[in-house]
């Protein structure tokens, strides 16, 4: 649920996919969410705020390319808030994770969530 609404939120000019790397294209944008901590209260009862992890990675056969994306993906999503998301927050700095088998470059940036539930 939290991947595609950040699947929403990157601009629509990325190749994005919600899950895992796939195998082709090339060029691929995949947004992969982890579980959250276990829920605290919001306020009062019923609300819960939980924290899911969102893990992207960008690849690409150009190096440019990819470190232009993904510093693009962490503009946009750092600091980011409205009425489902409490905030997203960036944790460390994009980093590159060298070549894939194919020799395609990757990167990678992780976010903090906090969502009201």
Partial sequence: MVAEKIYDL???TLPKYIGDLPSSPDTAVAIMEYSSDNGTYYFSKPYSLFRPVIKIVVRTPSYEVG???VEEIKETLHRYHDSFFVSILT???PIYLGRDEMKLHEFQVTFRTQIKE
């Fill in 67 to 69: 470190s232009d994306w």
């Fill in 91 to 93: 944790i460390g700095t």
């Fill in 10 to 12: 990157l601009p629509d």
